[in-house]
């Protein structure tokens, strides 16, 4: 998984229990999508850059369906949650686009910038296999354990996102998945941070126009 910034080389790995929570969630929301996909969830946090992955295995084939996000993200700021908040619900998005199109859906296939909740984020469409991905990267001498050098310097987000009980509060029932980007407030206030709309309960009622 490849960052957008240069200048992003250091990185944490989301906690295992976060990815598990957001893999559960998209289970439950994509299930009647699903036939025989595995899902993967990868999320990375590094010094100035949230980066998510979203890809579907698919049983005989080499290739995998990516649905890949990156927010810029500060560490003054404490907006790691936010951030990835942000990021599960443009790669929902994606991915259902992609099911609606029957797999045709025209996805950048390198990094674009995209308004989305009201805040500016970059997604990409990808192919990479995330085993031969990692098998690739072990013969490398470039495994994950590795990678996590100056973990300190990442401390903060990851311990902000070990904290967090539930990725998102209660919301009403009746809230859409999907709200036209007039309506969102201000992503930039921490302290209302409504959480990923993924995490309201319900399906995803409607796809934004990622185009």
């Given at each position: 998984?490849?960052p957008?910034?240069k200048?992003?080389?250091?990185?944490t790995?989301?906690?295992k229990?976060?990815?598990?929570q957001?893999?559960?969630?998209f289970?439950e929301?994509?299930?009647?999508?699903f036939d025989?996909?595995?899902?993967?969830?990868?999320?990375?946090?590094y010094k100035?850059e949230i980066?998510?992955?979203?890809?579907?295995?698919?049983k005989d084939?080499l290739?995998q369906?990516?649905?890949?996000?990156?927010?810029?993200?500060s560490?003054s700021?404490?907006?790691?949650?936010?951030?990835?908040?942000n990021?599960?619900d443009?790669?929902?998005?994606?991915?259902?686009?992609?099911?609606?199109?029957?797999g045709?859906?025209d996805?950048?296939?390198?990094?674009?910038e995209f308004?989305?909740?009201?805040?500016?984020?970059y997604i990409?469409?990808?192919t990479?296999?995330?085993?031969?991905e990692?098998e690739?990267n072990r013969?490398?001498?470039i495994?994950?354990g590795?990678l996590l050098?100056?973990e300190?310097?990442?401390?903060?987000?990851?311990?902000?996102?070990?904290?967090?009980e539930?990725?998102?509060?209660?919301?009403?029932?009746?809230?859409?998945?999907?709200?036209?980007?007039?309506?969102?407030?201000?992503?930039?206030?921490?302290?209302e941070?409504?959480?990923?709309k993924?995490?309201?309960?319900?399906?995803?009622?409607?796809?934004?126009?990622?185009?």
């Open positions: 998984m490849n957008r910034l200048s992003s080389k250091k990185w790995a989301f906690p229990e976060y990815s598990e957001i893999q559960t969630v289970s929301n994509f299930a009647d999508y025989e996909e595995e899902l993967l969830v990868e999320g990375r946090i100035e980066l998510l992955r979203v890809g579907l295995r698919i084939r290739t369906p990516n649905f890949e996000v990156s927010m810029n993200y560490q700021k404490q907006d790691a949650i936010a951030r990835i908040h990021c599960i443009a790669a929902a998005s994606m991915m259902m686009e992609y099911f609606e199109t029957d045709e859906a996805l950048p296939y390198v990094w674009k308004p989305f909740q009201g805040v500016k984020l990409q469409f990808t990479v296999n995330s085993r031969l990692e690739a013969l490398l001498g495994e994950e590795t050098l100056e300190e310097e990442d401390e903060d987000a990851l311990s902000r996102a070990e904290a967090s539930e990725l998102a509060p209660p919301r009403d029932e009746d809230e859409d998945y999907e709200e036209v980007l007039d309506e969102e407030e201000d992503a930039d206030d921490e302290d941070d409504p959480g990923p993924m995490f309201g309960g319900g399906k995803p009622k409607k796809k934004t126009d990622i185009h």
